[in-house]
């Protein structure tokens, strides 16, 4: 197909409403027999990442551990204490 007869059907295709774009999509989608790859996301790695940027001997599982600590003792004192009720 000539790049002028795909830029043609995209012109075409853009004058459409959304509903027919989306149903014109679906359409030719369907047609395409052939399962497409997927883009895979390279992961990154945190460690490597921040590494440097936390003293050596920083213990991030401690750390997290503290913090959630402190927010069960928090929600247990709301639910202790009740609604506040306005002065």
Do not use: C
């Not at 075409?12 to 497409?36: C, H, K, P, T, Y």
């Amino acid at each position: 197909m000539s790049r002028t007869t795909l830029e043609e059907i995209e012109y075409l295709a853009s004058q459409l409403s959304s509903q027919d774009q989306r149903a014109l999509i679906e359409r030719l989608a369907s047609r395409i027999n052939v399962e497409l790859p997927r883009q895979e996301k390279k992961l990154i790695d945190l460690r490597d990442r921040y590494k440097g940027s936390f003293p050596e001997d920083f213990d991030l599982d401690a750390v997290l551990h503290e913090i959630r600590s402190e927010w069960l003792e928090e929600l247990d004192e709301l639910s202790d204490n009740g609604p506040e009720k306005p002065a």
